[in-house]
């Protein structure tokens, strides 16, 4: 006698021909593919991606990009997405910024060294005023300058869900760090910011510092290897004395000499929540690096806990003075260079700095 399927048991044998989303994804990126007239990425072949999709070095070009755009539109799986170093270009980059204002699921995305210029920060930057996602963005080392500057300026304004934003190796200048600082100065939402590497001096360093001391929620900045020199040392400092919430900064490489370190240093006296702080390859000379020191030494309530100085021959002064200063915060981690091994901090945290040789009269002085 035989025994009758109950509706269950049809649903199950037909679920067991339904494609899965995995096999929906893989062939939804083969058919964009062949629509976009590009070979597919070996890396996505014959299994379709993870949550972390990484397609960094592999010349997918503005035509794959499309193909992959289309894919991603409205997959779920894909959380992370590396395309960094594939020659995008603005087309590449529109495609992909398309892309996120549909997908819901990619929330941290690197799309550096793509030359997307100013079509591609445009497009960036409407996807921003949409997406509510992406919390991660990488966009250093695409030749922006300050006409996408102003952009971005609208997206940073406007967006409050990116809370790290990497915008180093780029072309900013003057007219950037005014467009960037009003922005920052609005943003609710930035957490950390990444600016090395560009072009900012005097009025643009500035209008980017004044930024800094007016935003209420950044913790993390940096701005090395520009040319903020001792005018945008001075309205760092200032920045300093009104924050009270960034906790790291990076000014290495600034142009700062002994008058900007000594600038910086009064608003680095009354500030309370900086933890780390770099400021190696400034020409801040030891009258600078002694001022810093003492901004420390006079503050009681810093949070200082690591201070990384330029490495350069050492006076009694600024030695003793780094005795002091330890002496009175245990905790703090001194380093000249940023090349000494972090340490606990229960341990000796400064390093030994040796004394400029003084030629005599011996045997062994050079005449």
């Not at 930057?125 to 300026?153: C, I």
């Not at 950044?218 to 009104?242: E, M, P, Q, T």
């Not at 009270?244 to 490489?253: K, Q, T, W």
């Not at 330890?326 to 229960?346: E, M, V, W």
């Amino acid at each position: 006698m035989a025994t009758a399927r109950g509706p269950e048991m049809a649903e199950d044998r037909s679920s067991a021909f339904r494609p899965s989303p995995s096999h929906r994804e893989h062939s939804s990126y083969l058919a964009a593919c062949r629509a976009c007239g590009v070979c597919p990425a070996s890396c996505l072949l014959p299994d379709p991606p993870g949550p972390a999709l990484l397609l960094r070095h592999r010349g997918v070009g503005s035509r794959g990009a499309k193909a992959l755009a289309l894919s991603l539109m409205t997959n779920t799986s894909v959380v992370s997405l590396d395309l960094g170093d594939n020659w995008l270009q603005g087309e590449g980059a529109a495609a992909i910024a398309e892309m996120l204002k549909e997908n819901h699921s990619i929330s941290a995305v690197d799309l550096s060294d793509n030359k997307m210029g100013i079509e591609g920060a445009k497009a960036i930057s409407a996807m921003l005023l949409e997406n509510t996602t992406v919390v991660v963005l990488q966009l250093s080392g695409n030749e922006f300058d300050d006409h996408a500057a102003k952009y971005l300026a609208d997206a940073i304004t406007a967006n409050s869900k990116v809370g790290v934003l990497d915008l180093s190796y780029n072309k900013f200048g003057e007219k950037a760090g005014e467009a960037l600082g009003a922005a920052i100065a609005e943003n609710i939402g930035l957490k950390e910011l990444k600016i090395s590497w560009n072009h900012f001096h005097s009025e643009g360093a500035v209008a980017l510092a004044k930024g800094v001391g007016a935003n209420v929620f950044l913790k993390v900045l940096d701005v090395s290897y520009n040319g903020f020199g001792n005018s945008g040392a001075a309205a760092l400092g200032d920045a300093l004395r009104a924050n009270n919430v960034l906790e790291e900064l990076n000014v290495s490489n600034n142009r700062i000499s002994v008058e900007g370190a000594l600038q910086f240093a009064v608003g680095l006296r009354e500030n309370k929540t900086l933890k780390i702080l770099k400021m190696i390859r400034n020409p801040m000379q030891n009258e600078g690096c002694c001022g810093i020191l003492k901004a420390l030494q006079a503050n009681s309530g810093t949070g200082m806990e690591i201070l990384d100085l330029p490495d350069i021959p050492v006076s009694k002064e600024l030695a003793e003075l780094c005795e002091a200063v330890q002496t009175l915060l245990p905790n703090l981690l001194l380093r000249r260079g940023g090349s000494a091994k972090l340490q606990g901090k229960s341990l000796l945290a400064v390093e030994v700095w040796p004394q400029p040789k003084v030629l005599g009269n011996s045997h062994n002085s050079v005449p």
